[in-house]
């Protein structure tokens, strides 16, 4: 069984950092591609990054370019957040889809992260 568990989650003064992780189990991360989401209240969820199967290819949302830093081990897949703003506060989510296209299928729980001011 595919299963996903974010953690990591807190509460972070602006320009502050946080890393989050994404256990994983129940699939081998040669097959799966990751990406981490976010949902702020009253927003739509935005994709945050994804890093790819095969090659480890990582991608970054715009918002977060340059300060957030997705990776990964045989185990989980993590998300460095540095100079964190107060628009980066959210639930932030990991999922996994077969391959490297098409939807994220497995999602685990989210982990709540609040950026003050």
């Known amino acids: 069984e595919v299963q996903l568990q974010a953690s990591g989650g807190g509460l972070v003064p602006a320009g502050g950092s946080l890393k989050l992780s994404c256990k994983v189990s129940?699939?081998?991360?040669?097959?799966?591609?990751i990406g981490w989401f976010r949902q702020a209240p009253g927003k739509e969820r935005e994709g945050v990054s994804c890093?790819?199967?095969?090659?480890?290819t990582t991608n970054y949302g715009d918002s977060v370019k340059g300060r957030f830093t997705i990776s990964r081990d045989k185990n989980a897949v993590y998300l460095q957040m540095n100079h964190l703003k107060p628009e980066d506060t959210g639930v932030y989510l990991c999922?996994?889809?077969?391959?490297?296209?098409?939807?994220?299928?497995?999602w685990g729980q989210g982990t709540l992260v609040t950026v003050s001011s």
């Open positions: 999922a996994a889809r077969y391959g490297d296209g098409g939807r994220f299928e497995w």
């Open positions: 890093i790819m199967r095969d090659d480890g």
């Open positions: 129940g699939f081998t991360m040669d097959d799966y591609g």
